[in-house]
Each structure stands twice: as structure tokens, then as C-alpha cells.
């Protein structure tokens, strides 16, 4: 599974940002994708996830903030990013786990997101 992550950039505090995730396999082999985050000199935490029949899971410090969603025709996940803070400045990766009884994950390139004061 390839994965080729889209948006990014800076913005102003209180503003939006979508990024996008294109995997190069149907969702038939993927079980859930997500995005996850580095800021710099902390450790890489997840942000939010979809599985493949749809459920999400959110980090607490998004919810009600961040979306993510899905384009089933397009193998592409968005994280729609509302009212974003300072503190969301970080590397964001897209990534996919495959299989289930030996789940494997793929990582797509990171994509940076800042957001100033």
C-alpha cells in the first residue's frame, strides 16, 4: 500500500486546514487509516482513525475540532482541521493498517502543518 498525503501549509489560529490521503489499494485489504502527528521533539500520536465500516476514534485534544472522513471511490481519507490551535503545529502522516490476522502499516510522507498565534 502506497500512501500519498495532500495539503497542509499554515494558517492563522481559529482557521481551517484539510489534508488528504490517497492509498494506491481499495479498501478491500485495509482495515483502518488514520492520521498521526509529530511536533518537534515530541513523540508521534495519533489523531484520528476510521476503520473500514466507518468508526472513527478522535485523540482528545481534536474531538469536536477535527474530522475525518472517507471517499470510498477515491481510497482517500480527509482530516478536516476547524479552529486550529497553535499547539496542532506539528508533521502530520497519513497511515493504513492492512490485514487482520498480521496487521502490517504502511506510511505515507509527512505533511506539515503550522499554525501561528
Known amino acids: 500500500v502506497q500512501l500519498q498525503a495532500y495539503g497542509g501549509g499554515l494558517v492563522q489560529a481559529g482557521g481551517s486546514l484539510r489534508v488528504s490521503c490517497a492509498a494506491s489499494?481499495?479498501?478491500?485489504?485495509?482495515?483502518?487509516m488514520g492520521w498521526h502527528r509529530q511536533a518537534p521533539g515530541k513523540q508521534r500520536e495519533l489523531v484520528a482513525s476510521?476503520?473500514?465500516?466507518?468508526?472513527?476514534n478522535y485523540a482528545d485534544s481534536v474531538k469536536g475540532r477535527f474530522t475525518i472522513s472517507r471517499d470510498n471511490a477515491k481510497n482517500t481519507v480527509y482530516l478536516q482541521m476547524n479552529s486550529l490551535k497553535p499547539e496542532d503545529t506539528a508533521v502530520y502522516y497519513c497511515?493504513?493498517?492492512?490485514?487482520?490476522?498480521?496487521?502490517?502499516?504502511?506510511w505515507g510522507q509527512g505533511t506539515q502543518v503550522t499554525v501561528s498565534s
Open positions: 497511515a493504513a493498517k492492512e490485514g487482520i490476522l498480521a496487521p502490517v502499516m504502511h
Open positions: 489499494t481499495s479498501w478491500f485489504s485495509i482495515t483502518a
Open positions: 476510521i476503520t473500514s465500516g466507518g468508526s472513527t
